[in-house]
């Protein structure tokens, strides 16, 4: 079993930044690929981001592209999501998940780990 554990959300302004990352205890995680996913009021969770076991392939909605960046420290079993220029619609909450193979993957249905999630506000 893993546990994941979510941090660095907060409320920020359009066009600001934050960095949110997911401590991984329980085994190494190296192994395995993972993602964040989010969540707004009503809606249902959607794929954020994703990277592989060793950080060399990564994966994003398009709606983030070129402004969040996936990374991941192996050595610290973190994984880490850099959000810059945030808009309105990036509010939501946010989820770190691990899922038991190495290649990474957008679906939801094949994480299977899920963290408590980090609320992130973006303000005008």
């Known amino acids: 079993q893993v546990q994941l554990v979510e941090s660095g959300g907060g409320l920020v302004q359009t066009g600001g930044s934050l960095r949110l990352s997911c401590a991984a205890f329980?085994?190494?995680?190296?192994?395995?690929?993972m993602g964040w996913f989010r969540q707004a009021p009503g809606k249902e969770r959607e794929f954020v981001a994703a990277i592989n076991w060793n950080g060399t392939s990564t994966y994003y909605v398009d709606s983030v592209k070129a402004r969040f960046t996936i990374f991941r420290d192996n050595a610290k079993n973190t994984v880490y999501l850099q959000m810059n220029s945030l808009k309105l619609e990036d509010t939501a909450v946010y989820y770190c998940?691990?899922?038991?193979?190495?290649?990474?993957?957008?679906?939801?249905?094949?994480?299977?780990?899920w963290g408590q999630g980090t609320q992130v506000t973006v303000s005008s």
């Open positions: 998940a691990g899922r038991l193979v190495p290649r990474l993957s957008a679906r939801k249905e094949e994480y299977h780990w």
């Open positions: 329980g085994r190494p995680f190296s192994n395995y690929a």
